[in-house]
């Protein structure tokens, strides 16, 4: 397998709230992939990131490691090391006033290098599976935020969501509380599928289409994750943009 991730505060903010990790475990045939996107303030949202991501990874690095079972149970495992990585930031967050309501989005999981695939999301961070083949594009996971629970009432319409003034404002984050539920998802990738992980400030700016001809035009992982941050900045790129890409 192949992966590459990029990152860049964009062209408004100040500093950088996201963060990504990419682990190889040879050992275990597999990478593990996790994206942040922090909120909270600049010095907050960037530690809440940071630190949650940093958990994330270490956790399911270490059970994966200690297992000896030939199937590892990939959802406890994920579950549990979201677990361990929103108590890391909500501590932190009770520890200093000036982190109060800190919190981070996540999307990370497993994948093995015979292309299945295990991930959790919480808040807006996502996942899409990337087709060349079949020329199609789907998002794994679902987004925790107001406008998808609109979505799904009816109340709005897809095109709506994209300009609705509280399209941002996100319903579950690590962090801001002392418990959270992440969603856990399975998926398969065949040989020259592509598994992308990216940040709202991708996702806001860049349609699934566009990212699907972007993955069509620049077949390697490093390509197309910088040809999207490119686009993603010569769109003006308010928020930061992070994006990760894993192809089999």
Same mark, same amino acid.
Request: hydrophobic letters at 35%; proline letters at 2%.
């Given at each position: ?5 990029i990152? *860049?505060?964009?062209k ?5 709230q996201d963060?990504f990790i990419?682990?190889? &475990?040879d050992?275990?045939d597999?990478?593990?992939v =996790? ?9 907050a949202?960037? &530690? =809440?990131s940071?630190?949650?991501n ?6 399911v +690095?270490?059970?994966l490691n /200690?297992?000896?079972?030939?199937t590892?149970? +990939?959802?406890a495992i994920?579950?549990s090391a979201?677990t361990?990585?929103?108590n890391v930031? +909500?501590?932190?967050?009770q520890? *200093? ?11 990370g ?13 919480v808040g *807006?961070s ?7 083949r079949s ?8 987004d925790?935020s107001l ?6 009432y009816?109340?709005i319409t897809?095109?709506? =969501?994209?300009?609705h003034?509280?399209r941002n404002v996100?319903?579950?984050a &690590?962090g801001s509380?002392e418990k959270?539920?992440a969603d ?6 065949q040989?020259?599928d592509?598994?992308?992980?990216c940040s ?5 700016i860049?349609?699934d289409?566009e990212m &699907?001809? +972007?993955?069509?035009?620049?077949p390697?992982p ?5 040809a999207?941050? /490119?686009k993603?900045l010569?769109?003006?790129?308010r928020?930061?943009?992070t994006?990760?890409a894993v192809?089999?």
């Amino acid at each position: 397998m192949k992966s590459f991730g990029i990152t *860049d505060r964009g062209k408004v903010r100040k500093d950088n709230q996201d963060s990504f990790i990419i682990k190889e &475990l040879d050992a275990k045939d597999c990478i593990i992939v =996790a994206l942040c996107d922090g909120m909270g303030g600049a010095k907050a949202g960037g &530690l =809440a990131s940071n630190l949650s991501n940093k958990a994330f990874v270490a956790e399911v +690095y270490a059970k994966l490691n /200690s297992r000896r079972k030939k199937t590892p149970d +990939y959802q406890a495992i994920l579950k549990s090391a979201c677990t361990e990585a929103n108590n890391v930031a +909500y501590e932190y967050s009770q520890f *200093d006033e000036q982190f109060n309501g800190m919190g981070t989005t996540i999307v990370g999981g497993v994948i093995k290098t015979d292309g299945s695939g295990y991930i959790i999301n919480v808040g *807006d961070s996502r996942a899409y599976h990337i087709s060349r083949r079949s020329n199609s594009i789907y998002q794994i996971t679902r987004d925790h935020s107001l406008v998808e629970e609109l979505l799904e009432y009816g109340a709005i319409t897809r095109e709506q =969501a994209k300009v609705h003034p509280q399209r941002n404002v996100i319903t579950r984050a &690590l962090g801001s509380e002392e418990k959270v539920e992440a969603d856990y998802f399975e998926f398969n990738l065949q040989n020259g599928d592509i598994l992308l992980l990216c940040s709202d400030g991708l996702s806001n700016i860049i349609s699934d289409f566009e990212m &699907l001809d +972007y993955a069509k035009e620049y077949p390697e992982p490093e390509l197309l994750c910088g040809a999207l941050l /490119s686009k993603a900045l010569n769109r003006g790129a308010r928020d930061n943009v992070t994006v990760v890409a894993v192809m089999k």
